[in-house]
Each structure stands twice: as structure tokens, then as C-alpha cells.
């Protein structure tokens, strides 16, 4: 699936409104607080979901599960599976980005050339091959298990023989920016965990932290359901957050024009002056593109509202920010007029900024 295409159908969708008031969290036993009705999910680590899995509603295609099946344990195994769920990812991106880029061609609002977006129509042979290539596209990625295939490998990524979810950086960030805060007894940080794998990530702050995880395609009961590109836009400062986080979510959509309105939208849900944007981003995003570097990212983000970095760290495969909302610049661009209007003239168009032949496209 991808996200185009799970906008669609999430479209049809009746609109849940998710507001930072709707809490979803879980006490120390394990039991769901805040919302009442749901089922309380046990703990299940990461390894054992994978080696249980199939895609939903369908039988796990050979390759993909072998590819993916843990065969024994020890750490050779563990290596054989981190491999294969690599692999798996990595393909997904491909097979995603290429998706949009076939979509976009149709849909005629985005060019090829790498300097910027016309109008130019397709000839008729152009989008015959264009629609060609989508279901060959779509077809590679049913084989593999689909999304859903998708998200478990990369929860398998985040289990703790991995290094954990990426919860972990942000935490002391947290208590950095708000040291007045009484964890017992205040009003708990509100945060909005968009393209959540798992309910679960702040579990251990949920006297200080609540969160509201959502995701296109819900791995936990405890998650919404919810494309965060129609998530209503809260209304008053009691519906926004204080933390919204888009960990591994920028990169996973294709669309480029998709990744920045994801980026707008986020400030729109955030308290201006304090709320804190918590990005994390595959190292070579940042590192190893011809078109894209840190100091670019950092301008990009100011122009958004985003002008304080409040920290940053590179680690082995990943890029942290966190970055304040100072101010909400975009609020000014809400109008799809303003949003069309971006798309035509790009405020930062792709221009080549590391012209090294190792270098990803
Ligand atoms: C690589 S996973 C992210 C995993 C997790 N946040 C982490 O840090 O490991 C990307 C997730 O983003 C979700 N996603 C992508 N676009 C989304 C959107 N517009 N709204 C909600 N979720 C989205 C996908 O469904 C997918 O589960």
C-alpha cells in the first residue's frame, strides 16, 4: 500500500477527530488507561511477533517469509534476520518511491527534472507505461507482504537486540525543556506519536508523557487508525500537542511534495512557542544525498516556524532533531490555493548540493 493510495481510502473514512485530549497510554500492569473499551494488549516483544507473522487477511508468500522466518537462535540467526528485514525495508522504499513517482507523472503535478515541477502533460504512451509499471509495482509489493509486511519487519527493527525504539534520545531532551515539570502530579506532556508501531514507546514516562499514537495501518488496537495528512487541525490550544513525532515517517512516504506537507502539517498540531518537532531521519538522508545536507534541513525547518534546533545527534544509521516551534509560519498557507501554489514553485527547489558519485539520488 502506499501512502497515496491509503489516502484514498483513509478519504472515504469518517473523520475521528484525535486530539492531544484523547489520551492513549498504558499503567505498569499493562492495563489501558484513557480509553475505556479498548482491549489491554499484552507485552509482546518484537522477535516473537515476527516469528509468528503473516500479512493480514492473506498467507505469507514463500519468499517473503522466508526471508524473514527466524530459523534457530543465537546470534547467527538474528544476523540471517536483520539482513533479510534490511533487505525487506529497503526494497519497500524502492518500490514506494518509485510508485509515487509513476503516480505523480499521472496525476501530472510533478516533473522528473531534478531542478524543479512543471505542467507539462504526458503523451499517451508515457502513461500507459506509467500504469503498466504501478501494478507491477503494487503486484512486487503484495508479494512481499504489503504494508503490513512492511511494518513488521521494521518492528523488528526496533526491538532491543536493535537498539530500541527511537524513544530513547528524546526522553532527557524532554526533561531538558520542561524542568518545572511535576511528573507525579502535573499536567502530563501530550504527544502525538504519528506512524506509531507500537502503542508502547513511552510506556515507562506515562506519569509525565501521553501519547497518541496513530498509523495508516494499526499494528495495535491501541493505535488509530488515521492518515495524519487528514487528521483534523486542532481548533483550540487545548487540542494541540506538545511533542509531535515523525520517526522514520518522512522518509517512508514517496511523494516529495507529500514528505513537505507532512512537515507543514506537524506545526499546525503543535503549542507555538514550546512545542517540540521530533524528527529522525536514515543517516544517509542527511549524509549521503547529492541534494539534501544538514544545514538545508535546518533552513527548511526555520521556514516552517522551526527556528530553534534544540538538539541534534547522528548516530550509526540514524539522524535525530528535535526542533521547537516557534512560531506557526504555515498557519498563513492552509489554503489549497497557497498549497497549489507550492507545488508550481517549490520554496526550495531540488538542487544538487553534493555532486559526489557515491552519493544517493
Ligand atoms: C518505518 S515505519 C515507522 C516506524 C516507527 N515510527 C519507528 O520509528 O520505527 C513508517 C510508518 O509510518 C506510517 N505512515 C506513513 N505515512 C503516514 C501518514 N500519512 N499517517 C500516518 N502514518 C503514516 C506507515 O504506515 C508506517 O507504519
Redesign the pocket.
Known amino acids: 500500500?502506499t501512502?497515496k493510495k491509503?489516502?484514498k481510502s483513509?478519504s472515504k473514512r469518517k473523520r475521528i477527530p484525535v486530539t492531544a485530549a484523547q489520551p492513549v497510554s498504558r499503567a505498569s500492569d499493562g492495563s489501558t488507561k484513557g480509553l475505556p473499551g479498548l482491549p489491554s494488549t499484552p507485552d509482546v516483544d518484537a522477535l516473537s511477533v515476527l516469528m509468528a507473522i503473516t500479512p493480514s487477511g492473506k498467507e505469507t508468500t514463500s519468499a517473503t517469509s522466508s526471508l524473514l522466518t527466524i530459523k534457530g537462535s543465537g546470534s547467527a540467526s538474528r544476523k540471517k534476520t536483520s539482513l533479510a528485514t534490511a533487505q525487506l525495508?529497503r526494497r519497500y522504499h524502492t518500490l514506494n518511491k518509485e510508485l509515487s513517482k509513476c503516480l505523480a507523472r499521472i496525476d501530472n503535478k510533478k516533473s522528473t527534472h531534478a531542478d524543479g515541477y512543471h505542467s507539462k502533460p504526458q503523451s499517451l504512451e508515457n502513461i500507459a507505461a506509467d500504469l503498466a509499471r504501478i501494478a507491477e509495482i503494487r503486484q512486487e509489493m503484495d508479494d512481499l507482504g504489503g504494508?503490513d509486511m512492511?511494518?513488521k519487519a521494521?518492528?523488528l527493527?526496533?526491538s532491543k537486540q536493535r537498539g530500541g525504539?527511537?524513544s530513547k534520545w528524546l526522553v532527557p531532551i524532554l526533561e531538558r525543556c520542561h524542568p518545572q515539570l511535576n511528573k507525579k502530579a502535573g499536567p502530563p506532556l501530550r504527544l502525538l506519536?504519528?506512524?506509531?508501531?507500537?502503542p508502547h514507546?513511552y510506556i515507562k514516562y506515562s506519569s509525565w508523557i501521553r501519547t497518541t499514537p496513530?498509523?495508516?495501518?494499526p499494528?495495535d488496537p491501541l493505535i488509530i487508525k488515521?492518515?495524519?495528512?487528514?487528521?483534523p487541525v486542532p481548533t483550540g490550544q487545548e487540542q494541540q500537542f506538545d511533542i509531535v513525532?515523525?520517526?522514520?515517517?518522512v522518509?517512508?512516504?514517496g511523494d516529495p511534495v507529500?514528505r513537505g506537507e507532512?512537515l507543514c502539517h506537524s506545526a499546525r498540531f503543535l503549542v507555538p512557542g514550546s512545542g517540540i518537532l521530533y524528527l529522525?531521519l536514515p543517516l544517509p538522508c542527511i549524509q549521503n544525498s547529492r541534494y539534501m545536507d544538514h544545514e538545508l534541513l535546518v533552513e527548511m525547518m526555520a521556514s516552517l516556524g522551526y527556528s530553534t534546533l534544540i538538539s541534534h545527534h547522528f548516530a550509526k544509521k540514524l539522524a535525530y532533531y528535535a526542533f521547537k516551534l516557534d512560531v506557526d509560519l504555515n498557519g498563513a498557507a492552509k489554503s489549497s490555493k497557497d498549497k497549489e501554489s507550492r507545488r508550481v514553485r517549490p520554496l526550495f527547489p531540488k538542487k544538487l548540493r553534493h555532486d559526489k558519485p557515491n552519493r544517493n539520488k
Open positions: 500500500m501512502a491509503s489516502r483513509s525495508i504494508l512492511y511494518q521494521s518492528t527493527g526496533q525504539d527511537s506519536d504519528i506512524g506509531a508501531l507500537s514507546n496513530i498509523d495508516l495501518n499494528q488515521m492518515d495524519f495528512l487528514e487528521m513525532c515523525l520517526s522514520l515517517v522518509n517512508f512516504v507529500q507532512i529522525v
